[in-house]
């Protein structure tokens, strides 16, 4: 018999939680799995000590359906980045301590390439210590820059959010006689996915997003004006899809970075929209999608959570397989009807690591997606859930403020 623990960690998604069901599930299904712990904060809950008994916190079904289309993580994150444990190992020492003392057999990190960063250094650490400690990665986050894998959870519910909102601004925008320019921030840090997803629009006969801007293309100022111009000449209201990664001058963001060195991204919009209004002079706004992207799961895809679910319970037959430092990844097997199996990578080959859009996602202008995107971004917005409703809101699950303290 042995215990386990899971935790969550970096960006919210719609998805994480899903994934935090997936291996409940899984684990309450196996004899061999006795206590189940959520770590409070990530990682940060191993280091303090601080773990939650998820079988007193989730007790019924109804919990574990409310729980999966609840967005964020109901755990608590953080963005901890381990040392290298050659440099200094306090750290580990007391994460050991916490997991021995709980006759841990198995941790489950859910997170993005920074966490899988953690799974890695830990897994490393347990193997060089001989301690037997599975050390499992299960991926998630909105900007799908993980590396091997087809995509990731979470990513599907905030692009299908970004299109749908992008198809309401459409709708919104263009009732007035005047000209007029609208400028939609996503996010995605570094990489474009999220940003490009919203060309699934051009799919369903829409004209926009007229222009998408992502960051792996160059960024001129320039450009851009010329560009709106010429959409201007062709369309009444402009959309503009920006992913808050592209190349902007200093003092645009705000400079402001995390432990793992990353700038707290924000603003392009804002600077694009003041850029149009000074130069060329007509109704301009920008819209930051900012976090309602990654929490909006009233309008979660349900491709996304069921995966980001059955990735979660194929974590815990991995590590009762033996294995150890792997991450869990998808594969795409077939494109119609759409196939994914889920099969590992050493944590090594994602963690730190990131994934930009194929060359032939983008337009050879650089500054819209090419049909060739389309087949890929659509069956991850695939499907709705049967959404759980309170006094006319999305209902959601959440452990009690003392608990989590
Ligand atoms: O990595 C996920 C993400 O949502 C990015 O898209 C975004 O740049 C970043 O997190 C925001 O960080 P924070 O959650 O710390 O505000």
Redesign the pocket.
Known sequence: MMNIAVAQS???TCAINASLVGVFKEALKESQIDAIFGSVNGIEGIINNHLVDLKTLIRTNDDMELLRQTPSTVLGSC?YKLPEYKEDDTVYKKILKTLEQRQIGAFFYIG?NDSMDTVNKLSEYFRQECVDIKVIGIPK???NDLCITDHTPGFGSAAKYVAATMREIVRDSSVYSIPSVTIVEV???HAGW?TASSAVLHALGETAPHLIYVPERNFSLDAFLRDVRQEMAKHKAVIVAVS??IEVPEGVQSGVV?NFG?K???GIGKYLEEAVRNEIGCKVRSIELN?MQ?CSSHICSKTDIDEAEAIGSAGVSCALNDETGKVMVFRRVNEMPYTVVIETTNAANIANNEKFLPDDFITPSGNNISENALKYFLPLIQGELNIIMEQGLPKHFAIQESVLK
């Open positions: 970096g960006g919210p963005r993005g986050t909105i900007d996010m995605g840090r999220l808050e990664g995390d990353h707290y991204l924000s976090v990654r």
